[in-house]
């Protein structure tokens, strides 16, 4: 399949799908149990290079945690 097809019925097309703002959980265990951490994450999907690719960022925080 050529790249131009791709974007606009293939694989490529199902990435420009996941691109936007999302939020979330994120969750951290050290051992099995309840986890130590339990905040939001908020990540950021890009296409970049033409739709080529997605560029992800994101930003949580994690509890101190002592053992």
Known sequence: MKFQQ????GPHAWL??????????????FEPGEPV????IE???S?????YFIQ???QSQMQEHRM
């Open 16 to 29: 420009q799908q996941l691109t936007g703002n999302w939020h979330g959980t994120n969750k951290t265990w």
């Open 56 to 58: 992800c960022s994101y």
């Open 43 to 45: 990540l950021v999907a």
């Open 37 to 40: 951490s339990n905040k939001p």
């Open 47 to 51: 296409s970049v290079l033409d739709g």
């Open 6 to 9: 791709s974007v606009i019925d």
